[in-house]
């Protein structure tokens, strides 16, 4: 299995109480910590307002940080879990993709979704249309993106999109292009598009949900005439790991009281069950991602929610479940 890890960012609420003067000396430190414990991949969000409500926290924007990551680190790969379409043209995105990559030395990936959080998109006076052509809207744009970094002058007549010449230069340092991670487990629309473009996929709450879709997505493999083992399948993970259960369950609170400054009640519950599902010592979460290897998810997308005030859940992840399950 492979593994990549999130940078604290704000959106999750995890650089509250932390100084906006320190704020770039922590997401920064958190990439580079990451890239010293073997992560193959620094991940960002793609948000403008907080989750698992609005407030006046801050969430760093996603491409702003992909550019300065991409000068702080030299080793770990970069990527978005992931861009909302909606919110940038897709001709430009590529463009600013494609410089990205130079810049980084050919270390970016492109992590592209349908969008989903009504709330930003209203917000931000976004179109929030049907979801039906959201995802026609991210299919366009995968293949806009694939001809802007692979062609001169890119030509394009869609429904939802048109170029008249556009000219992506520098093209991106990785051939053919950038590798496309398709996020979302939607089973007749986004699903079909990763079947015909991507690299790279992510979805899956349950193992069960994660196998079931699996297959959905080698139908629609088999349909597009594309290899579906080709395709690196993976879930996103939010981990709690220390030495001991009582390790374990002191970080558990520790959450529990951070949150708790924002939401409180059911809101608060189920913030606190999401984390409950990959909490435990190195040996326990061994043995509960082994069912999804097992299932075919190669790739682990990890979240360790206290990372920005703790780093010892990374460290002992790397020095642990990490190398224990590389290469399975």
Not at 65 to 77: D, E, K, P, Q, Y
Not at 95 to 104: C, F, G
Not at 152 to 163: C, I, P, R, S, T
Not at 290 to 308: D, H, R, T
């Amino acid at each position: 299995m492979r593994f990549g890890a999130f940078v604290p960012q704000g959106w999750q609420l995890d650089l509250a109480g932390i100084p906006t003067d320190r704020h770039w000396e922590t997401i920064s430190g958190v990439a580079s910590r990451l890239e010293a414990n073997g992560f193959e991949n620094a991940f960002v969000f793609d948000h403008f307002h907080t989750t698992p409500i609005p407030t006046q926290e801050v969430t760093y924007e996603a491409w702003t940080l992909m550019g300065a990551l991409s000068v702080v680190t030299s080793t770990i790969r970069l990527g978005q879990m992931c861009t909302c379409n909606s919110y940038r043209p897709p001709a430009y995105l590529a463009k600013v993709a494609a410089s990205i990559d130079v810049l980084s030395g050919g270390r970016l990936d492109m992590g592209i979704g349908a969008g989903w959080y009504e709330h930003e998109y209203l917000g931000y006076g976004f179109e929030f249309p049907r979801p039906s052509v959201r995802i026609g809207q991210l299919e366009e744009a995968v293949q806009i993106m694939e001809k802007m970094w692979t062609e001169d002058e890119v030509h394009f007549d869609g429904k939802h999109y048109q170029l008249r010449g556009a000219i992506c230069q520098p093209k991106p340092v990785q051939k053919p292009h950038i590798p496309l991670w398709i996020a979302g487990g939607g089973e007749e629309k986004t699903l079909r598009v990763a079947a015909r473009h991507a690299a790279y996929t992510n979805f899956g709450i349950t193992v069960e949900e994660f196998a079931r879709k699996s297959g959905i997505l080698a139908g629609h493999c088999q349909e597009a005439g594309t290899d579906f083992d080709q395709i690196v399948r993976s879930a996103s993970f939010r981990i709690v790991i220390a030495e001991s259960e009582a390790g374990v369950s002191e970080k558990l609170e520790a959450i529990r009281s951070h949150y708790g400054q924002f939401v409180d009640g059911e809101e608060l519950e189920k913030r606190m069950r999401f984390y409950g599902h990959m909490a435990g010592t190195p040996d326990q979460l061994i043995e509960r991602l082994q069912p999804w290897i097992e299932a075919g998810a190669s790739y682990a997308v990890c979240y360790f929610p206290l990372a920005a005030y703790d780093s010892s859940g990374i460290d002992l992840f790397g020095k642990t479940v990490l190398p224990s399950l590389a290469g399975t």
